[in-house]
């Protein structure tokens, strides 16, 4: 199976500061990579798939790029609304879906 | 909108079975995938499986293999994931979550939208 993992698994930045976080996986996925955020007590949202295409309605401050084995998501001007934890899934390499462990985001 | 209605909060003791619904709407209930995924207490999304609600076939995840039975109701639009065997650490919020993509396509997309989650407890 392919497995997924993220770094760092924490940060902490100010408002307004670029953040990127990276998810990995241990074969190459093409362009078969979501992201989603997920709020405390919350449900995941979706915000970005086919690794760089975001969902409507999601801030033009998230944005996605990657492809095959390593992928990167940005928060272009951090907002305190970001706090949250973000998750890569990889989907259409079948089966199973695999989801990264998880990248919690907090303000400094 | 397309939306996903879970079943409430549950309270099993270890060893029981536990069966999740999730009531959909404003989608053509047999055109997409549902995917069931859990998440324990502080810890991460973690996939279960999808039914073919057109066929009723199923994909699980090989660590639920023999545990979990996905199934569907097409005149309600409801899918149905039960639990057997239950543990102590199956304690989780378990979603549902339909896939992007027709099932015409046969390929597995990303999720969008999800239920509301429905809390299990598995206690003595």
């Known amino acids: 199976d392919i497995q997924m993992t993220q770094s760092p698994s924490s940060l902490s930045a100010s408002v307004g500061d670029r953040v990127t976080i990276s998810c990995r996986a241990s074969?190459?996925?093409?362009?078969?990579l979501a992201w989603y955020q997920q709020k405390p007590g919350k449900v995941p949202k979706l915000l970005i798939y086919?690794?760089?295409t975001l969902q409507s309605g999601v801030p033009s401050r998230f944005s996605g790029s990657g492809s095959g084995t390593d992928f990167t998501l940005t928060i272009s001007s951090l907002q305190p609304e970001d706090v949250a934890t973000y998750y890569c899934?990889?989907?259409?390499?079948?089966?199973?879906?695999?989801f990264g462990p998880g990248t919690k985001v907090d303000i400094k | 909108q397309v939306q996903l209605v879970q079943s409430g909060a549950e309270v099993k003791e270890p060893g029981a079975s536990v069966k999740v619904s999730c009531k959909t709407s404003?989608?053509?209930?047999?055109?997409?995938?549902m995917h069931w995924v859990r998440q324990a207490p502080g810890q991460g999304l973690e996939w279960m499986g999808r039914?073919?609600?057109?066929?009723?076939?199923?994909v699980y995840a090989q660590k639920f293999q023999g545990r979990v039975t996905m199934t569907r109701d097409t005149s309600i639009s409801t899918a149905h994931m039960e639990l057997s065997s239950l543990r102590s650490d199956d304690t989780a919020v378990y979603y549902c979550?339909?896939?992007?993509?027709?099932?015409?396509?046969?390929?597995?997309?990303?999720?969008?939208?999800w239920g509301q989650g429905t809390l299990l407890t598995v206690s003595s």
């Open positions: 979550a339909r896939d992007t993509l027709p099932i015409v396509v046969l390929l597995d997309g990303w999720f969008d939208p």
């Open positions: 404003g989608y053509t209930f047999t055109g997409y995938y």
């Open positions: 039914i073919n609600p057109h066929s009723g076939g199923t």
């Open positions: 074969q190459g996925i093409s362009n078969y």
């Open positions: 086919a690794a760089s």
């Open positions: 899934q990889k989907y259409n390499s079948a089966p199973p879906i695999t």
